[in-house]
């Protein structure tokens, strides 16, 4: 699954210029992005490809850097660090996908007219079969596209999306069938985002496949009238009188009617090509079963062909809209940015023993029963915020007197909460998901906390497995902040 990439990072050079993602992009920067974030040593390898970058947009200057292009750089040095990343070969993938979706559209038309246009001379052959068949039939099938598109973008879409790609691929490549396991996986946890991009890929496909269609189909009946005397009629077993037909022919073809007058049968040739299954050929004129092929052509060209391609058109740029139009301004994302930035975020002292240790003793709560509180949310819970004012209140055996959301490694970024904090002598309380891992960023944010606060009774409640609360406690007692510890279970 490897892929070359080069050591310098891609970007762009300034700012009216962004680098254009592609979904290969995103699935390797999610991943990218998943891993650094949860290793161990996430902050020095941040901390260096953050020197990295501002000398690579030292003109521009670092913090003058769009993020999608800032994010966009980052992903050459994590490629560059990590060959297991594939988002090159699905790119190609949708390339190949690309290609030959037309032509099996084009090969499709071609197999299907024959079949329609099946002819041994005892009756013409039925217009309204070819009109059904090859205009109004593919229109249904386009229907139920726009509605897997549609669906694609929906939350509950997350996981087979990303199971959909993985099969795609894998069928496509041994060497990815191999690693099956770890390519669902990987498109499993990152399907959100790949969802909304991938739904406008999948209904540009289909509607490639449907403008090939059209096109194949109107080469096979220009080359059938050509070499064949092909009669064309109608029949019905209702009442259905010869006016009615021409008026529908007259509505069908407005279009294209002003510009090629020849392509509507008249009403004269209307009720001379109509025939009953008994009388076959017998009941229908040579001059008016020739009269209706220049229709079907007319129908297939600006019913099939023109809109699906300006459908196929618009898809495309539906698509690169959502890639130009990536923010990166999720939870994750913002953390990446933040670590790349540096010295902003590193504790100036070093660490007094260079390790957490192997364990921390359990002490206590300290703080009183049924006191008053300012709860500061952390970035990432599951929960609505009442839900965790709830959870918080149970669990303090208190009450929630002040709320406010924060950003837990971004100490200069809470400054109105701060403020709050300066006003109130109740305890704080911050609640973080557990999943995050304690780094030198949290702690300058939480010191500032414990300066801003008159109150000394301060608690961090996890919300996630009990197993992460021993790293948080050896990691608070390494870096000497005044918090006692909870966990709350998800």
């Known amino acids: 699954m490897s892929q070359p990439h080069t050591n310098r990072p891609t970007f762009a050079k300034g700012k009216s210029r962004v680098p254009r993602w592609t979904v290969g992009d995103v699935i390797d920067f999610e991943e990218a992005e998943q891993k650094t974030l949860s290793s161990q040593d996430a902050e020095s390898v941040l901390r260096e490809d953050g020197k990295t970058l501002s000398r690579t947009f030292a003109e521009q200057g670092f913090s003058g850097v769009p993020r999608v292009a800032l994010c966009h750089a980052w992903l050459s040095l994590a490629r560059s660090r990590d060959p297991q990343l594939f988002g090159s070969g699905i790119d190609r993938v949708f390339s190949v996908l690309r290609s030959t979706s037309w032509v099996m559209g084009i090969v499709l038309g071609c197999l299907a007219v024959p079949a329609y246009l099946a002819y041994k001379g005892e009756k013409p052959i039925n217009v309204m079969v070819v009109f059904f ?129 020849a392509s509507v049968p008249s009403l004269e040739q209307v009720r001379e090509s109509r025939f009953s299954y008994l009388a076959g050929m017998e009941a ?3 001059n008016a079963t020739r009269s209706w092929w220049p229709f079907i052509v007319g129908s297939l060209m600006f019913y099939v062909v023109i809109p699906r391609f300006l459908l196929v058109v618009y898809a495309s740029w539906k698509t690169s809209r959502r890639l130009s139009t990536l923010d990166f301004s999720r939870t994750q994302d913002i953390a ?58 149970t ?47 949290i702690a300058v944010t939480l010191q500032t906390f414990l300066h801003a606060a008159p109150s000394k009774d301060n608690v961090i409640i996890l919300f996630g497995p009990d197993t992460r609360l021993s790293l948080w406690r050896r990691w608070l007692r390494e870096k000497q902040l005044g918090f006692d510890l909870l966990g709350v279970k998800e």
């Open 284 to 286: 229908a004129s040579v």
């Open 336 to 393: 990446l940015i933040r670590r790349l930035s540096g010295p902003l975020f590193q504790t100036e002292e070093p660490s007094q023993t260079g390790f957490l240790g192997e364990g921390a003793e359990v002490q206590p709560p300290s703080f009183p029963i049924d006191g008053e509180w300012n709860l500061l949310l952390g970035e990432g819970l599951l929960h609505g915020d009442e839900d965790v004012r709830a959870q918080v209140e």
């Open 395 to 441: 669990a303090l055996r208190g009450k929630i007197k002040f709320l406010a959301h924060i950003e837990v490694d971004y100490a200069d970024g809470n400054e109105h909460v701060l403020k709050s904090l300066l006003k109130s002598k109740d305890g704080v309380v911050i609640a973080i998901p557990a999943e995050i891992n304690p780094v030198d960023a």
């Open 133 to 261: 068949g090859l205009i109004v039939l593919p229109w249904v099938i386009t229907g139920g596209s726009l509605y897997f598109s549609v669906w694609l973008r929906g939350g509950s879409s997350k996981g087979s999306v990303g199971a959909g790609i993985a099969f795609l691929v894998s069928r496509l490549s041994p060497e990815w069938r191999a690693s099956w396991s770890d390519l669902r996986r990987i498109l499993r946890e990152h399907g959100k985002r790949i969802a909304s991009i991938s739904s406008g890929l999948f209904f540009g496909f289909t509607q490639q496949v449907a403008c090939g269609f059209g096109i194949g189909a109107l080469l096979s009946i220009l080359f059938h009238v050509t070499v064949f005397d092909l009669a064309f009629g109608w029949e019905s077993t209702l009442s259905i009188g010869a006016e009615f037909m021409c008026y529908f022919t007259n509505v069908i073809s407005a279009p294209w009617a002003w510009l090629w007058t």
